[in-house]
Each structure stands twice: as C-alpha cells, then as structure tokens.
C-alpha cells in the first residue's frame, strides 16, 4: 500500500510519482492483439510493481484482462476492498491460517500440497455470510517444472488433483506452472519446462481429473515462447511498459506508464577543484552548477546511482548525478551557467520533452532489472494518477 500517512495535509515535498493507466491498459491491448485469441491476466502483485494495485488492476481490466493475479492475500483484499470484482488468482499458497481470509475476499487459492488442500476444503466447508452461496471453491494446482521455488514435484500433481477433486467444496480450476528463464529467448530450458508440464497435466488427466486450464507464461514467455501461451498468459512487467529483459526489448510496442518527478529545491555554483556530496566522489574541474532535489535512497533512487553514471533530466537536458545519492536528496551536475531555478522539474524515470530516462536505463547501470526499479520506489513518494484524457506515455500536465 502506497497510501499517505492520514489526515496529513496533502504532499508538502515536490516530489511524486505519476501513473499513466492509459499507458497500462494500452500494454495490455498490444500484449492481447499478441498472444489473442489466448486471454491475459494482469499481475498486480507489489503494489502493481510499484504503479499502485488499484490502479494498475482497473487499467489493466479496461484493457482487456480478464483476471488478475497477486502474490499476497492482503492484496486480493486490497483490490476487493476497493471494489474490484474481477477474478483473482493468488500465485502461492495461502499461508496457514489465511483461508477463511481468501475465501472472504473471493480470492481464488493456488495449491501444491495436501495440507493446502485440505485446509481450503475446510475454510470453505466453513464458510458463512454472503459468501455460503455458490458451488465448488476454485483452486489452482501449481506444479513445479524446474524454476524450483515453490510447486508440487510433478509426480505429485496427480495425485493432489485427486484430492482435490474429491472434495465436494473443492473444484481444480487450472493446472499451472512457472518458468524460470524465459526472458533469455535462446534458452532451450523453456521448451524442456513446457514438455515436464505438458507430461504432468497429462498424468492429471490420466488419473480421472480433467484440467479445464492449463497456464505457464509470464511476460517473457507469452512474448517470445507462443508455444507456452497455452490457454491464459500472466502478465506483469509488459503490461507496466517494460521489458522483461534487454533481449526483449522491442518485442511489442510498449509504453512505460511511471515517471519519477520532483523539483528542484537548491541551487548553486560550485567552484573548481570543490567535490559533492558524501565521500566527495565527484570532483569538478570547472565551476559548475549544482542543483539539489529532494529524493534519495528512502526513495527507491539507489545510493550507486551516482557512482553508475545515472542521469535526470532537468529542463530537457540529461544532466549526472553528481556524487552519491544520499537517504533524501541527490545533487545533479546541471553544467556551467545553467540556467536553473528552485522548483523547475526534474525527471528520474519518463519522458521529459525529447529526452527519456527509462526503469531500463537505471537497472542496466545497477546490474538489476527493471522489476527492481519500480518496485523498490518507496512508499514515500505519493503517487498520482494521471487524468485519462490526451496520449498514452506523454508526459502529463
Ligand atoms: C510475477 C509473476 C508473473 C508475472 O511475471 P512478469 O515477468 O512480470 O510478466 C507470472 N507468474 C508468476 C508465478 C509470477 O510470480
């Protein structure tokens, strides 16, 4: 939750981040007209990678997904209590002691163990209120194909749809799994991930259950392996406008939807030979223009951004950091005589006129992906959504 503090006043530090969903619902619409006739589901785990859950969930639905997907049940409930009513599939198992919670929610449970199984059989078995109506609970049987984090061993799975099927509060509705190195296209390790997992819903199917859907791909699979698409693709970081990886760069037309906004709030002239900021990494050999803006590493801009060579752009130009970031400001080389002021705009992540720094840019200078880039900016910064109205991805107002 990205929620201020309440009752506060509104944000006093000119810094924010602003979401573009029609930016996401476009992703969306250019990964289905992709992966059609085969459905997407949006991942919004995380806060909607840091977009905002809420947001992300009705963009992502107006775009055409036809579920959504979160990690923790605190999400489903989050989405539900904000009054989406769309399908939601929770991508491990609850943990112990959360079923009546999932069930409550109307939070559709993933399994791979016996105890999982029996423990939502029993939820359900239980439930009361508005929710006692209604057939058989969905369940999703995870199995494990080689990403080896969580999922039952595919020998396993037949015998968990089984019990599953047994249980007359229970229903399986999918069979599913997760691949671990889809976003390195020349891998031959999906192929063999698809093959276990065909092999296993066969065995399913063999033992007397029948799987009504099966499901593998992420973003990088449903992009680059349509052989995985099977019959619905989870959708994550393309639906937010990233790449999964720089090998999938351009593989559809996507549109960021986060910029990373604040305003200059200092400036000064720094003499020749003086250095900046803590540790005094960035020494000018000529005076130069030093603008401070009010964001740091609590922030989410990592503290070896500096040391990386990262950039924000200030009055259209892409301008270094200069030295280290620091825990709630960094300082930015703006050149000789720039014509700075206290409160011009200074972008991290989007579009600024011509000029883009990208969640790309950033995770190729600090050895991450750009997953890590969005979710790490912190819950400290407010994030404002963009009136739908002119271009998706144009900077906003
Ligand atoms: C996060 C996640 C996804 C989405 O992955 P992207 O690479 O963001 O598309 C899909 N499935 C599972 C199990 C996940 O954990």
């Known amino acids: 939750m990205t929620a201020p503090p309440p009752d506060l006043g509104p944000p006093l530090r000119p810094t924010w981040v602003e979401i573009d969903p029609a930016a996401i619902a476009a992703n969306v619409r250019a990964v289905r007209a992709v992966t059609a006739p085969v459905p997407v589901w949006a991942v919004v785990k995380a806060d909607g990678y840091g977009h905002g859950a809420v947001t992300a969930a009705r963009a992502a639905l107006e775009g055409g997904a036809e579920g959504l997907a979160v990690a923790l049940v605190e999400e489903g409930e989050e989405l539900r209590a904000a009054g989406v009513d769309a399908r939601l599939l929770l991508l491990s198992e609850p943990p112990p002691g959360a079923e009546a919670r999932v069930v409550a929610a109307g939070i559709e449970p993933t399994a791979y163990s016996a105890a999982a199984v029996e423990a939502m059989a029993r939820a359900v078995a239980g439930r009361g209120g508005p929710g006692a109506v209604g057939g058989p609970w969905p369940l999703h049987l995870k199995v494990d194909t080689g990403m080896h984090r969580v999922g039952a061993a595919p020998g396993a799975a037949p015998g968990l749809a089984r019990l599953v099927a047994d249980r007359p509060e229970l229903r399986l509705a999918s069979v599913w799994t997760h691949m671990a190195v889809a976003d390195e296209p020349d891998s031959g390790f999906t192929a063999e991930q698809a093959d276990r997992f065909a092999a296993a819903c066969a065995a399913v199917e063999a033992a007397g259950v029948p799987v009504p859907v099966r499901h593998a791909a ?70 130069t223009t030093v603008a401070t803006v009010p964001v740091g590493y609590a922030d989410g801009v990592r503290r070896a951004l500096g040391a990386a060579g990262g950039v924000v752009l200030v009055g259209g130009r892409r301008c270094p950091i200069a030295g280290t970031v620091t825990m709630d400001q960094i300082t930015v080389d703006c050149g000789p005589r720039a014509a700075v002021r206290p409160g011009d705009e200074v972008v991290l992540i989007g579009r600024q006129g011509v000029a883009e720094v990208t969640a790309e840019e950033w995770a190729e200078r600090l050895g991450t992906i750009g997953y890590e ?21 144009e900077p906003g107002p």
């Open 373 to 393: 880039v969005t979710c790490g900016i912190g819950a400290r910064v407010p994030r404002r959504v963009r009136p739908r109205s002119a271009t998706p991805g």
């Open 218 to 287: 992420n973003s990088a699979a449903a992009l680059a392996h349509p052989a995985t698409r099977l019959d619905l693709v989870r959708v994550g970081i393309a639906a937010y406008g990233i790449a999964p990886s720089p090998a999938l760069a351009g593989a559809v037309d996507l549109v960021p939807a986060l910029r990373l906004v604040s305003r200059v709030a200092h400036v000064k002239v720094v003499a020749a030979g003086e250095a900046i900021s803590y540790g005094q990494r960035y020494r000018v050999a000529a005076p």
